[in-house]
């Protein structure tokens, strides 16, 4: 079980459990909006503590959270200022001519507090063939010749995909279980602010 555990939190990328987070994430700029956007590592976003960003090389400003705007099931946030009184006065370079890329060091709270069914179901069928490899049942017999008695096993390319990215046999089923919930940045490891 705890093998499994290890498996499932590899492939998505990070626990799902409800848990708080303090993070520095780089942010995009949004200067026609005068705001920014903040790409999260966890997901689903339960609650926001705090949003803090540095303006300047020495200067940071507390947002206030009730502004922000989240997409829960992303992990993204978005602020935006009042474009007729601009308050965010990002700047984007410094007196030795190197460039600053914003960042905000956000406090939030995301996860599950109940775990999913389908992550409870795979966690199952990772157990069963964790256990087949110990007894060495895992084998997929695809020829047999009884004169001369010949026995051949294989696996198929779809299933040798799913064994290159889990490390287990049957494991697609698997796969398609834990998808819908893998954290943003392991699926796409260049998405958003960083990309």
């Known amino acids: 079980i705890d093998r499994s555990t290890v498996i499932i939190d590899s492939y998505l990328g990070g626990s799902i459990g409800y848990a708080i987070y303090t993070e520095k ?11 920014v956007h903040v790409q999260l590592t966890h997901r689903p976003i339960l609650s926001l503590t705090s949003f803090q960003l540095e303006q300047e090389p020495s200067n940071t400003v507390s947002l206030n959270v009730d502004y922000i705007r989240i997409n829960e099931e992303a992990g993204y946030m ?15 370079f410094d007196p030795t001519a190197t460039q600053i890329i914003p960042v905000a060091t956000v406090v939030y709270t995301a996860g599950y507090v109940t775990i999913p069914d389908a992550i409870k179901q795979a966690a199952v069928m990772i157990v069963e063939e964790l256990l087949k490899e ?21 696996t198929s390319k779809g299933e040798e995909d799913a064994i290159s990215e889990l490390g287990l046999k049957n494991a697609r089923t698997i796969i398609k279980l834990l998808r819908p919930y893998q954290q943003i940045f392991k699926k796409f490891p260049f998405v958003g602010p960083i990309g």
């Open 25 to 35: 994430r780089r942010c995009v700029l949004d200067k026609v909006h005068n705001g």
């Open 78 to 92: 978005e602020y935006f200022s009042d474009i007729s009184r601009p308050s965010l006065r990002i700047c984007t």
């Open 134 to 154: 110990t007894n060495g049942d895992d084998k997929q017999l695809s020829r047999f010749t009884i004169d001369s008695i010949t026995e051949a096993y294989t």
